[in-house]
């Protein structure tokens, strides 16, 4: 979908499959990689639970950099 759409895209959110923080599955491994391969370089939101903000976002920044790299 995300290929297909790609000259609209402009905007994308992000959670895991199981609605977790982004980097506990595949899920978002492969989307990142889609993202990528499309050329996208628009916004990403993380849109997830977060039940400890300040810990769980130290992770999401962590995986987002390391992926998007």
Do not use: M, W
């Not at 978002?28 to 370089?41: A, M, R, S, V």
Request: glycine share 4%; with cysteine; hydrophobic share 40%.
């Amino acid at each position: 979908v995300l290929e297909d759409n790609k000259d609209i895209l402009l905007h994308c959110h992000i959670a895991a499959a199981d609605r977790n923080i982004p980097g506990t599955s595949q899920y978002e491994k492969d989307f990142i990689d889609t993202l990528k391969k499309i050329g996208y370089d628009g916004v990403i939101s993380v849109e997830c639970d977060q039940p400890d903000f300040l810990a769980d976002a130290e992770k999401i920044v962590k995986f987002l950099r390391d992926a998007i790299a």
